[in-house]
């Protein structure tokens, strides 16, 4: 008992002499931890008659409790302290002037593809996607290319090494890949957007060699001309947002599509302005037709059963009509005064219903 009252006494003056809250988990270890000095005490109880354990238990658990409590009001009073410390220590400055706007812009490339997946997701079309490199198969003979096309040649094209089976891959040209390895892996009907980057070597003025397209494709049992014609007017209108713009097909050639045709949309150009839907000028801005039977071959479909549409345009031609950028180059130039210019709030998503542009 004696033994007992010395134990308590020592244990509750280190508590209360603990200077902060990791000497005080010390004090508690040495105390109530598996090795501490209370908790070995209890221990010898096992050794005792039962008489002698009743009271001695007793008065071992009252002095347990009495460390414990005291443990945890030394805690409070430490963590009162040291919060204190802290409200006296630290000090906020409300009348510091506000941190510079540092909020980023959406490059008109991403508001004008945002655009076009909204419009045509409307009319039911899935976004389909491909990889950027692709074989000659995929960019090229599937597509009803002959083999000494001059879009197959170095000047035109960018190839990667050859590979040690003698084929060079390279990075697609447009992304009609993408709707050939859809047509080959699913079946009819097909309705998908291919937006993408494309790649061609060639730059200048107008052309950068990594550039941006949109391809449709279309196809089912009975899909035709008229069908091409409602869809790309039903777009242009919701692109521009104008209620009506005249529009023409113009007779043309593309490898895979037959026929094809340019298409010109209804514009004026006055005072150096171009507006889209009124006067009597035209304006290009996509190409056309109806999907080659060799490609529907090509994608094991038969051209006696299936038939469909196709359509291409260029992304950064759609955005510099719409938003009126006059240099191509610009787009990829990074200059951060440009992007503030042209550049779209993060939070303008483009919808149908909310509008499209700002
Ligand atoms: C343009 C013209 C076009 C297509 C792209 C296509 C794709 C397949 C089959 C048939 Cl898999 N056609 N795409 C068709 C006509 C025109 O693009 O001026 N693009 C910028």
């Not at 508590?15 to 501490?36: N, S, Y």
């Not at 460390?67 to 630290?90: K, S």
Request: contains cysteine.
């Amino acid at each position: 008992m004696e033994d007992l009252e010395t134990l308590r006494a020592e244990v509750i003056a280190a508590v209360e002499k603990a200077p902060d809250l990791t000497a005080l988990d010390e004090v508690r270890v040495g105390a109530l931890g598996k090795k501490g000095r209370v908790t070995a005490l209890m221990k010898s109880l096992g050794g005792m008659d039962p008489e002698t354990r009743k009271q001695a238990g007793q008065a071992m658990n009252r002095v347990k409790d009495a460390v414990a409590q005291a443990i945890e009001a030394r805690r409070a009073a430490l963590e009162a302290a040291e919060l204190n410390a802290r409200l006296a220590r630290e000090r906020v400055d409300v009348t510091l002037p506000v941190r510079p706007e540092t909020a980023g812009t959406i490059h008109p490339i991403s508001q004008t593809w945002d655009e076009v997946v909204a419009i045509f997701a409307q009319m039911g079309f899935a976004v389909a996607e491909g990889p950027d490199i692709e074989d000659d198969f995929h960019n090229f003979t599937a597509l009803n290319f002959p083999p000494e096309h001059p879009a197959r040649e170095m000047h035109d094209t960018f190839f990667l090494p050859e590979r040690p089976d003698g084929t060079r891959h390279l990075l697609r040209t447009h992304t009609s890949p993408v709707q050939v390895r859809t047509m080959r892996g699913e079946a009819p009907p097909i309705r998908i957007l291919v937006p993408g980057r494309t790649y061609r070597s060639d730059s200048d003025m107008t052309h950068t060699p990594m550039f941006h397209q949109f391809e449709g494709l279309v196809i089912d049992r009975t899909t035709h001309m008229g069908h091409l014609k409602g869809c790309l007017s039903e777009f242009v209108e919701a692109y521009f947002e104008v209620d009506s713009v005249p529009m023409r097909f113009r007779p043309s050639f593309f490898p895979f599509t037959e026929p094809s045709a340019e298409v010109d949309i209804g514009c004026s150009r006055q005072g150096g302005e171009l507006r889209i839907g009124a006067g009597d000028d035209w304006l290009e801005i996509l190409g056309c037709g109806m999907v080659h039977p060799n490609v529907l071959k090509a994608c094991g479909l038969d051209p006696e059963v299936y038939q469909g549409f196709a359509f291409g345009m260029g992304l950064e031609r759609i955005a510099m009509l719409k938003y009126g950028i006059p240099d191509l180059r610009t787009f990829f130039e990074s200059d951060l005064r440009w992007l503030r210019h042209y550049g779209f709030a993060a939070l303008d998503v483009p919808t149908l219903h909310g509008g499209l542009g700002r």
